[in-house]
């Protein structure tokens, strides 16, 4: 663990864009880990279940490894990854670029003066407006990694780092999330399918500062049942950020957006956070988005994102083998949205939207 890291954050959650190395494992491991959050003491376990490891089994060693059940969809499959994208040096960087370890979640809020907000505002925008973009290219037959190329083009473009490309062991310029991928999908040579959704996660660090947003797109024809989903989680964020002000619990964004998922028997996942993002690209606080009863309250100026993810089925997470891409352990589709917000006097502003 990295020097800056709160004591009582070490081993505790993944942040939403926090690799495997962040948490503690064995590269002699050959099945996925499961990261689990007990309420109780306030930890992440690390474990390989009996269940899981059955799982993983039957989904990556048996015949029918392709199928899901009750469904027409294949199973989600690694593709080939290109070579890294160049960044020209005139360019800033984040400290973290060329380490090989994420940094981690560094310690205290991210809480900003006027010339802080606006630049957080600048970094914001340009997250929103790749975003936008990126949503554009979503089609049948597009690779992501197709994606991914542009994405990283335009960040350039406008003399932005994308935040993702060497966060620890990380390949690539934006994460590619595409139907059962909870998140932290590498773009890779698979072509998008007609009926596939995707969620395309992007930040960038414009003049010091990062701003981080995501979305949950449609690919062609997609059936009412991936609707709802992708639907159902845009409103949980919706109303997560709608309660946000200064003084505000944060425990109170988890119970909000689980309450919805609720009413539609949604399953809320439970192992990846938002986070505090500034400066750095993840800070105090963790951002819960299930009910809990931690501690912490919002305070005026700070910025921190909302990111919630909602499955149709299992919540439970199986990491793949390139130790970053996280999908559901049945299968199920899952989606994503994310903002990064600003606590202001009168409750909360969207610095990640054009």
Not at 33 to 58: A, C, D, E
Not at 94 to 120: F, R, T, W
Not at 212 to 227: I, L, N, P, Q, R
Request: proline fraction near 6%; charged fraction near 20%; aromatic fraction near 8%.
């Amino acid at each position: 663990m990295t020097s800056g890291v709160s004591p009582q954050l070490q081993m505790r959650l993944k942040s939403s864009f926090v690799g495997d190395r962040f948490l503690r494992s064995s590269r002699n491991q050959p099945l996925p880990q499961l990261f689990r959050f007990n309420p109780g003491n306030k930890h992440v376990s690390m474990q390989l279940s009996r269940t899981l490891s059955g799982l993983t089994n039957l989904f990556f060693n048996r015949r029918n490894v392709d199928e899901v059940p009750n469904s027409n969809r294949k199973r989600l499959r690694p593709g080939k990854v290109s070579p890294r994208r160049q960044v020209p040096k005139h360019i800033q960087r984040p400290p973290y670029v060329n380490s090989m370890i994420p940094a981690g979640l560094v310690s205290g809020p991210q809480v900003h003066d006027k010339k802080g907000i606006e630049c957080m505002r600048a970094s914001g925008r340009l997250a929103a407006q790749v975003l936008q973009y990126a949503g554009t290219l979503v089609k049948p037959g597009i690779t992501t990694d197709e994606i991914d190329e542009a994405v990283h083009q335009m960040i350039v473009d406008n003399g932005a780092y994308p935040s993702p490309l060497g966060y620890g062991s990380f390949p690539k310029s934006v994460c590619t999330s595409v139907n059962e991928c909870i998140c932290h999908g590498i773009p890779d040579s698979r072509p998008l399918e007609d009926g596939d959704i995707i969620n395309i996660d992007v930040t960038v660090y414009l003049n010091g500062y990062h701003g981080d947003t995501s979305a949950t797109f449609y690919c062609g024809s997609v059936d009412d049942e991936a609707k709802k989903l992708v639907q159902i989680t845009k409103e949980c964020l919706d109303k997560a950020i709608s309660i946000c002000a200064p003084g505000v619990e944060f425990k109170t964004i988890g119970k909000t957006i689980h309450d919805h998922a609720d009413k539609y028997r949604y399953g809320v996942v439970r192992e990846f956070v938002g986070h505090g993002v500034g400066r750095v690209f993840h800070a105090d606080p963790v951002v819960l988005h299930f009910r809990n009863n931690e501690s912490g309250r919002m305070v005026l100026n700070q910025t921190f994102t909302i990111e919630p993810m909602l499955t149709i089925g299992s919540i439970n997470p199986v990491k793949w083998n390139d130790d970053w891409t996280i999908v559901t352990a049945d299968g199920s589709l899952s989606a994503q949205f994310e903002h990064t917000i600003l606590i202001t006097p009168d409750g909360a502003e969207i610095m990640t939207q054009c």
